[in-house]
């Protein structure tokens, strides 16, 4: 009987023992879980950083290559330009002219499209002038001929004051390219009064 009841106790005890070891085996392994998880999200974490560095940089590298292509194009358009402006200036007729004996009379030609605006101008004596208004086109002889010619004549008076007078509307004539010598200029014909008879305006 002595002998069951110690068999009894020492089966009792050891299965109280394996019931301690296996909660604390379970313990553990509640304690290990969160510890595993945090190092993953840990590593997670790590890992995406460099992929956002990279983007960062991406983004970097874009807009500097656009900022460079925006100065490339803010460069080219003063040439586009100035291009345009030497183009203008390079009509053969387009200018001032003087008389080239008394220097007292002035031819101006102003090209706007295919039309020339021409004005002449003449000093009569210090207190009277004469100018002519007229447009036309240059052919292929280099003459230009007009039909339309408006002459005004100007009178100064002693006290500064001035009166213009409106000759007449209807002038005629013509205006051609010429070279005397080494000079190139312009020949005038009037049909009207004969106004530029003699004269010969040299290119400025």
Same mark, same amino acid.
């Given at each position: 009987?002595?002998?069951?009841?110690?068999?009894?106790?020492?089966?009792?005890?050891?299965?109280?023992?394996?019931?301690?070891?296996?909660?604390?085996?379970?313990?553990?392994?509640?304690?290990?879980?969160?510890?595993?998880?945090?190092?993953?999200?840990?590593?997670?974490?790590?890992?995406?950083?460099?992929?956002?560095?990279?983007?960062?940089?991406?983004?970097?590298?874009?807009?500097?290559?656009?900022?460079?292509? /925006?100065? !490339? =194009?803010?460069?080219?358009?003063?040439? &586009?330009?100035? $291009?345009? @402006?030497?183009?203008?200036?390079? +009509?053969?007729?387009?200018?001032?002219?003087?008389?080239?004996?008394?220097?007292?009379?002035?031819?101006?030609?102003?090209?706007?499209?295919?039309?020339?605006?021409?004005?002449?101008?003449?000093?009569?004596?210090?207190?009277?002038?004469?100018?002519?208004?007229?447009?036309?086109?240059?052919?292929?002889?280099?003459?230009?001929?007009?039909?339309?010619?408006?002459?005004?004549?100007?009178?100064?008076?002693?006290?500064?004051?001035?009166?213009?007078?409106?000759?007449? /509307?209807? !002038? =005629?004539?013509?205006?051609?390219?010429? &070279?005397?010598? $080494?000079? @190139?200029?312009?020949?005038?014909? +009037?049909?009207?009064?004969?106004?530029?008879?003699?004269?010969?305006?040299?290119?400025?």
């Amino acid at each position: 009987m002595k002998k069951i009841l110690a068999a009894a106790l020492i089966l009792s005890m050891l299965l109280c023992g394996c019931g301690k070891e296996k909660g604390s085996s379970e313990s553990k392994g509640s304690d290990t879980q969160p510890t595993t998880a945090a190092s993953e999200q840990k590593e997670t974490t790590t890992a995406e950083t460099p992929d956002h560095t990279e983007t960062t940089s991406a983004n970097v590298t874009t807009t500097a290559e656009a900022a460079e292509t /925006t100065a !490339g =194009t803010a460069e080219e358009t003063p040439e &586009e330009t100035q $291009t345009g @402006t030497v183009s203008l200036n390079n +009509d053969p007729f387009e200018g001032l002219y003087v008389e080239e004996v008394a220097h007292n009379g002035t031819l101006s030609v102003d090209r706007q499209g295919d039309i020339y605006k021409v004005h002449i101008g003449f000093k009569d004596s210090a207190a009277v002038y004469h100018d002519w208004y007229f447009t036309g086109e240059f052919d292929g002889r280099q003459v230009l001929r007009y039909n339309n010619c408006l002459k005004s004549t100007v009178t100064y008076s002693e006290d500064g004051s001035a009166d213009s007078v409106q000759d007449y /509307t209807d !002038g =005629t004539g013509y205006i051609r390219i010429s &070279e005397e010598g $080494t000079k @190139t200029g312009l020949i005038w014909v +009037d049909d009207k009064e004969d106004a530029g008879s003699g004269v010969f305006f040299v290119k400025q």
